[in-house]
């Protein structure tokens, strides 16, 4: 395993789409590996590959409950409001309050190339539309209501 460099906005692959993956190669476990390691490293939750410069849609998540990766990744279904703050590794210094669904499910393939079905609420819910927008090109900061300081804490009940 090797520590990936993570691009920062204003990079342009940022907002690009990422392909599917058409096969998984012993390039596709690699890069898994890779950005599992690095997003520990930088003591994230969520990782995809275009935050290390590679178009593909590959994502790694671990919100304390152990590592999913998930390879083409699909939302299926949604339901419920949240809102919460996010930040992102690729978004330097910022920190936002953005309103994401409180529950999805998500279809994609594991390294085996089997097919999963993720359900995740509250901040793995998350995390995963977080992820999987960033395989479109969009960035949490394209969706937040406002800006937060950094050591803001949010109160759910609080007005936005």
Do not use: F, W
Request: net charge negative.
């Amino acid at each position: 395993m090797a520590l990936r460099n993570i691009i920062t906005d204003p990079d342009s692959r940022l907002r690009k789409i990422s392909r599917p993956v058409k096969e998984i190669t012993p390039h596709i476990i690699t890069l898994l590996d890779d950005m599992a390691e690095t997003m520990k490293q930088a003591e994230g939750v969520g990782l995809a590959a275009p935050q290390v410069g590679v178009l593909r849609r590959v994502v790694v998540i671990d919100v304390g409950e152990g590592l999913i990766e998930l390879i083409n990744p699909e939302i299926i279904s949604q339901s419920g409001k949240q809102k919460g703050p996010e930040a992102c590794l690729s978004v330097e210094d910022r920190k936002g309050l953005v309103e994401r669904p409180n529950k999805v499910t998500v279809k994609a393939l594991d390294r085996e190339g089997n097919e999963r079905i993720i359900e995740g609420e509250g901040l793995l819910a998350r995390c995963l539309c977080h992820e999987i927008d960033h395989l479109d090109g969009i960035l949490y900061i394209d969706k937040m209501e406002r800006e937060m300081e950094l050591d803001e804490e949010y109160e759910e009940n609080e007005e936005a």
